[in-house]
């Protein structure tokens, strides 16, 4: 009996030193992992590529501007109206990431409109074009550190939300972006803005009345609603615009949410003017992107309005 004691007393400290053994080798394994993710961006080396495309820029052009607008899918006409004081295309600009995507230029447009000095982005680029997030909101910060304080996003998006129509504007007033990584995971730039940012008034409330106020002058339909942002590029499912319409979103796109993250981060103002090019999955029967770029050429007109009306009312 004793010696059945002794044995199993033996397998008891046994098995408790190998699962220590365990534990100690799953903690220093979770330790390695988080050392790893944590040197997977580094604040420095980005905070320096950001002020190395500043000097670029100021290379070829010593425009400082007030207000950047970024000109998403389909709605880059609107720069082809413009007087330009320098253009510089994304490429040309070593650091700064390149748009892919049928319907987004890439180029810096630097121009005096409506009596403000405004940066246009002529297209953006995407999570889904195998970018970092960090990556995607990069020219947004490489403007506001050229001096710009305010950014007006323009994106074309799918209505969840059935009382709206295609052709119609939707002013952001609320987002949902716990389906994108956040631009702000990693080490935090202090130059930049605070490691903690409050999203509670992410969208300029006097920038969306204004633009009420020129969308009911030129009799222009538009909202007021909350974005989700989602990865694509496929477009979502029937099932899946269910749960966003359950959680209280009214449009949904593959963008712009995590630049206004970026920027709140950064202490702009922020204003969003999303394009409705068409319904979600399950509200129409096919969707797909030569209709979005179609719908948005065909609201090229209204958004015109929409933009020149704000920026004429707009204080810098």
Known sequence: MK????????LLIAASFVSCNTANKSADTDKAQAEEVVTDFDADTYYTRLTECVRQIKEKTDFVPDIVLVLGSGLGDFADSVKVVAEIPYGEIKGFPVSTVSGHDGTLIFCELEGKKVAIMNGRVHYYEGYDMQDVVLPLRVLHLLGAQTVILTNAVGAINTDYHVGDFVLNIDHISSFVPSPLIGENIDELGDRFTDMSKVYDEELISATEKIAEKENIATHRGVMVQVTGPQYETPTEIRMYRSLGADTVGMSTVV???AAKHMGMRVCCISCITNMAAGLQETISHD????????????FSKLITGLLKEMTV
Do not use: C, Q, T
């Open 3 to 10: 010696r059945i004691l002794a044995l199993l007393s033996a």
């Open 259 to 261: 630049e206004a993250i």
């Open 291 to 302: 209709e979005v770029k179609s719908s948005s050429d065909n609201s090229a007109g209204n």
